[in-house]
């Protein structure tokens, strides 16, 4: 690896992310879990959200998927040059203020799963506009990360981040308005 992450300003235009917003608004959006996929929690001192997942089988997804396999791939080109598989989950999330909603420090892969594969980076495409909200930073760990992307830059609209998915972060509370996202994780082969 060559980087930590790779940030894309505005890496999505508007008229795309409004028609990602179209598909979300139609999600059937749940209190956020967390841990393994054996074993999925609620935990609201852990993480405040609600998510929705897209289907890679609809065809209303299709254009999402194929976006963010474009910026995963472009990013390991890039920085990463991890063995990758498929993009597992496309998950759209909601932090509220009225919830505090936020995410504690994590890793988003489980380096302890029975799986034969592992997440091995994670994406994250803003898609509010940074007047629309206010908190809801998103925070690499410093132990990981000696350099940071600006958090205005992470705030802006259309802006796409990619790091490897081991890295832990987390979302500080959103204080007022709500906070909208996509989160996508692409698998490859476990860790090594």
């Not at 917003?21 to 879990?33: D, F, M, R, S």
């Not at 254009?63 to 390991?76: G, K, V």
């Not at 992307?149 to 990619?162: F, H, I, M, S, T």
Request: hydrophobic fraction near 35%.
């Amino acid at each position: 690896m060559n980087s930590s992450w790779q940030l894309w300003e505005k890496g999505v235009s508007d008229e795309v992310l409004e028609k990602i917003l179209e598909v979300t608004n139609k999600l059937k959006l749940e209190e956020a879990q967390v841990g393994t996929d054996a074993r999925p929690i609620t935990d609201s001192n852990t993480r405040r959200s609600k998510t929705g997942f897209l289907n890679a089988l609809n065809p209303e997804h299709e254009n999402i998927y194929a976006l963010c396999t474009n910026f995963f791939y472009q990013a390991n080109t890039n920085a990463f040059g991890v063995n990758l598989s498929r993009l597992s989950d496309i998950q759209y999330t909601e932090y509220h203020a009225e919830d505090e909603g936020f995410y504690t420090m994590h890793q988003d892969c489980f380096l302890e799963s029975e799986k034969l594969i592992d997440r091995k980076l994670s994406l994250t495409i803003q898609l509010s506009d940074p007047n629309e909200y206010e908190g809801g930073d998103f925070v690499f760990d410093t132990a990981f990360v000696s350099t940071r992307p600006d958090r205005r830059l992470l705030k802006q609209k259309g802006a796409v981040l990619v790091f490897p998915s081991f890295m832990t972060h987390k979302v500080e509370p959103v204080t007022k308005g709500i906070r909208k996202s996509l989160v996508a994780w692409i698998d490859g082969p476990c860790w090594r």
